[in-house]
T-cell receptor
Framework: DTEVTQTPKHLVMGMTNKKSLKCEQHMGHRAMYWYKQKAKKPPELMFVYSYEKLSINESVPSRFSPECPNSSLLNLHLHALQPEDSALYLC?????????????FGEGSRLTVL | GQQLNQSPQSMFIQEGEDVSMNCTSSSIFNTWLWYKQDPGEGPVLLIALYKAGELTSNGRLTAQFGITRKDSFLNISASIPSDVGIYFCAGQAQTGANNLFFGTGTRLTVIP
């Protein structure tokens, strides 16, 4: 079982809705990540938080808004999304300044935008 | 982002056969990792490599960090049905950079 928990597992939303994806880890990791994965494609990095501060934003549209309330939680707030934003959203965590580069992934939240 | 190309894109093999796949990059990486992803799940780490030339095994899996630091190989011996999935290589360009770039993936199908 993964030690990174994501909720909800599935989400369907309209283009005018506001929703949030949540991620939680209790491994003491101080780096957390959001990746977006389209079907049959590799995960693409969206955001990285280190010590609860945003350290990397890979030019993600502002309709995606990340939040890291504490060292165990990571949220992704969604607003005014487009159908092309439908994808599997993966949360991951690692040790900060990881010498190993090893990321631990959650099972993902599958988002469908109608 | 960095471009990592994996080959082959997909493979269909008989149970019991050995499998080889590779990953190449136009840039040098300090760390190479191999992940496996099952349908509807997140990627799971299989093997991590930290030094050029390093050869590491994990059960039936063996991976190598290329000497040029621009490639890596994964071999699976005596494949079994549960090996089915998508295998991704991933590279970290700078130690401690906290960003990992994924390859294009190799989809493996094992025929019982």
């Amino acid at each position: 079982d993964t030690e990174v928990t994501q909720t909800p597992k599935h989400l369907v939303m309209g283009m005018t809705n506001k929703k949030s994806l949540k991620c939680e880890q209790h491994m003491g990791h101080r780096a957390m990540y959001w990746y977006k994965q389209k079907a049959k494609k590799p995960p693409e990095l969206m955001f990285v938080y280190s010590y609860e501060k945003l350290s990397i934003n890979e030019s993600v549209p502002s309709r995606f808004s990340p939040e890291c309330p504490n060292s165990s939680l990571l949220n992704l707030h969604l607003h005014a999304l487009q159908p092309e934003d439908s994808a599997l959203y993966l949360c991951a965590s690692s040790q900060v300044a990881s010498l190993t580069g090893e990321l631990f992934f959650g099972e993902g939240s599958r988002l469908t935008v109608l | 982002g960095q471009q990592l190309n994996q080959s082959p894109q997909s493979m269909f093999i008989q149970e019991g056969e050995d499998v080889s796949m590779n990953c190449t990059s136009s840039s040098i990486f300090n760390t190479w990792l191999w992940y496996k992803q099952d349908p509807g799940e997140g990627p799971v780490l299989l093997i991590a490599l930290y030094k050029a030339g390093e050869l590491t095994s994990n059960g039936r899996l063996t991976a190598q960090f290329g000497i040029t630091r621009k490639d890596s190989f994964l071999n699976i011996s005596a494949s079994i049905p549960s090996d089915v999935g998508i295998y991704f290589c991933a590279g970290q360009a700078q130690t401690g950079a906290n960003n990992l770039f994924f390859g294009t993936g190799t989809r493996l199908t094992v025929i019982p």
